[in-house]
């Protein structure tokens, strides 16, 4: 049977976090990176694939396809390795707690990364996004207070909630100039957390490298922009 499909890009938060899990649960992907620079995924080609021509896509060895990374993460687990602490199958509450956080997520990684995204199109940011941002993180980071060197289930394990939350924060330390670890101190030990806890399946440094990359990439717009 042939490999899954990997459709990816690797500055794409999203894409970390499924190209991680599929790590932590050894699944083997044909990787197939998508230049979004060069609108490589506008091509008709991957449009057949994804007419949302959105990375993350995954396609499984029977051709079934699968957007939006915190579903390809559930379904990689599910499909793979139901019993992984990642998304514990028989823990009904478990479950429920990392879906809310996953929700929350995806609106959480929105509002973070909106200047960033201003920035990286060349447009004005706008003060209500910071506002929007530094409230959401306040808030955060208050509920955070009670966390105590867990995870976001309150448990000592981490689990797909914490892994795509990880990723979407990641544009806080790509690019800090709106949102600062150091303001919101439970959030930066929860993060210091999480990136620690992932080192283990990340032996040859994929993550810290692709975090400077994306860094430097970004740095280097808002020089440009900033001479306009
Ligand atoms: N909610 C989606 C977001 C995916 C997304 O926005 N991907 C970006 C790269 S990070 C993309 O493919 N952009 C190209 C486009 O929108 O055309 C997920 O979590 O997978």
């Not at 899990?21 to 060069?38: F, Q």
């Not at 091509?43 to 939006?68: A, I, R």
């Not at 709106?178 to 080192?199: I, M």
Request: some cysteine; proline content about 5%.
């Amino acid at each position: 049977m042939s490999k899954p499909i990997f459709y990816y890009h690797p500055f794409s938060g999203p894409c970390r976090t499924v190209s991680t899990v599929a790590k932590i649960l050894n699944v083997d992907m044909e990787m197939k990176k998508l230049d979004l620079l060069t609108k490589e995924h506008l091509n008709p080609e991957f449009l057949k694939v994804n007419p949302f021509h959105k990375v993350p896509t995954f396609v499984d060895s029977d051709g079934f396809v699968v957007d939006e990374s915190r579903v390809i993460a559930m379904y990689l687990v599910e499909s793979r390795k139901p019993d992984s602490f990642l998304y514990p199958k028989n823990d009904l509450k478990k479950r429920i707690q990392i879906d809310r956080w996953l929700h929350y997520d995806i609106n959480l990684s929105t509002t973070i990364s909106a200047p960033m995204y201003c920035v990286f199109r060349g447009h004005q940011v706008q003060d209500y996004q910071v506002e929007q941002g530094k409230e959401t993180l306040k808030t955060l980071d208050g509920v955070m207070q009670s966390f105590e060197g867990k995870f976001l289930t309150g448990a000592d394990q981490f689990t797909l909630a914490d892994i795509a939350m990880y990723f979407s924060l990641n544009t806080m330390e790509v690019y800090p100039k709106y949102f600062k670890f150091d303001d919101y101190p439970n959030l930066k030990s929860w993060y210091h957390r999480v990136a620690e806890a992932l080192k283990q399946y990340d032996t040859e440094g994929t993550i810290p490298k692709a975090i400077e990359t994306m860094k430097q990439f970004i740095q280097q717009r808002a020089a440009e922009a900033e001479k306009h």
